[in-house]
C-alpha cells in the first residue's frame, strides 16, 4: 500500500510556507528534501517532506 503524496510546484510550496523559493531550491539540491522533475520543466516537491525538514528552535525556558 503507497501513500498518497502531498505535491507542489516550488512557487506553492514557497506560499504554503514562509521561505523562498530559492531556499527550497538549496534543500533540493543539498539533499534536504527530494525534487521530482516532472516533464522537462515543473519540479515538485512533498509538502510533507518540507514540513518534516522544519526544526524546532529551543528556547531558554526549554531547558
Known sequence: ?????????IA????E???SRDTIRRRIADGTIT???????KLLVD???LEAALR???TRAAG
Open 56 to 58: 524546532p528552535v529551543p
Open 17 to 19: 510556507y514562509p521561505v
Open 35 to 41: 525534487g521530482y522533475r516532472f516533464g522537462p520543466r
Open 1 to 9: 500500500m503507497s501513500r498518497t503524496r502531498n505535491y507542489a510546484t
Open 12 to 15: 506553492q510550496a514557497a506560499a
Open 47 to 49: 509538502l510533507d517532506e
